[in-house]
């Protein structure tokens, strides 16, 4: 049996190293090929180490612009994304109506529409309303294909918070929005770190949305703008692409740092409730 268990746990830690390193190689070739002269699609330690792919690629065309375009799109769809979120969760979460499961069960349906089922239909709709080639219709695209998911999220945070808090608070006489405001989404603020980076992070890899909605190359975002070193008859400036994924990379770790300790705090429940 201590053989059989032993066997067990020694496959068990193959299998994660095996996955360990499926995610670790693409990161360790996009730091070493950053600054290495002679970079390519091998994995190595580079014989000599220098800047001049960052150098390159450090200018306003190629990444002040782009990644100012990705902050704006992402930011501005994020933002909007928890607000709406945070407004349609309350309801279902703390009022029953026989709608709450039917309307929950069709926002996961919506979950699962793949977004190039729906680009055609959006597109014609966007070139009627004039939204087309505009980041404010970008935005509210982004908002709309994250919402379902991160209604979901915030309706089982919200859960959580104790409507006992909320009935004090109306005792006092606060209104439903300002006990919202005031007492549960304060109290959830790892439920809304969880929103906030899930939110921002698929929109900060989304290719295809901007790719179609906006015409304009000074609107375009990093994620479509990192194309342009993939070049014509397969020819790929890999250092210059290696030093470009390890800028556009940053603002997503930075803004994982920043709420890391949110996400693992819990909530701050504790002494709020007294029988």
Not at 100 to 107: A, D, K, S
Not at 206 to 231: C, R, W, Y
């Amino acid at each position: 049996m201590a053989s059989r268990a032993t066997t067990r746990r020694l496959a068990a830690d193959a299998g994660l190293l095996l996955v360990a390193a499926a995610f670790t190689l693409p990161l360790a070739w996009v730091l070493l090929s950053s600054v290495d002269p002679d970079a390519n699609l091998k994995v190595k330690v580079p014989d000599g180490v220098t800047l001049d792919h960052f150098d390159a690629v450090l200018t306003p065309e190629i990444t002040f612009t782009p990644l100012l375009n990705s902050l704006l799109l992402c930011g501005g769809g994020t933002a909007l994304t928890v607000v709406c979120a945070a407004l349609a969760a309350y309801p279902l979460s703390r009022f029953r109506s026989r709608l709450n499961r039917p309307f929950l069960l069709t926002i996961l349906f919506a979950t699962s529409l793949p977004i190039t089922a729906i680009m055609v239909p959006v597109y014609a709709l966007y070139v009627r309303v004039n939204l087309i080639d505009t980041l404010q219709g970008t935005i509210f695209f982004f908002a709309a294909s994250q919402l379902p998911f991160a209604i979901w999220l915030m309706k089982n945070f919200m859960d959580g918070v104790p409507k006992e808090l909320e009935e004090a608070a109306w005792t006092d006489g606060a209104s439903s929005l300002q006990s919202l405001l005031r007492i549960v989404l304060p109290l959830m603020g790892p439920g809304l770190a969880v929103v906030t980076v899930f939110s921002f992070v698929m929109m900060w890899g989304n290719f295809f949305v901007p790719f179609m909605l906006l015409l304009t190359p000074d609107q375009m975002p990093a994620a479509v703008s990192i194309n342009e070193f993939f070049g014509n008859r397969g020819m790929v400036a890999y250092g210059q692409l290696a030093a470009f994924s390890v800028i556009y990379s940053t603002p997503v770790i930075l803004l994982y740092v920043l709420v890391a300790r949110r996400l693992g705090g819990g909530f701050a429940l504790g002494g709020a409730v007294k029988g």
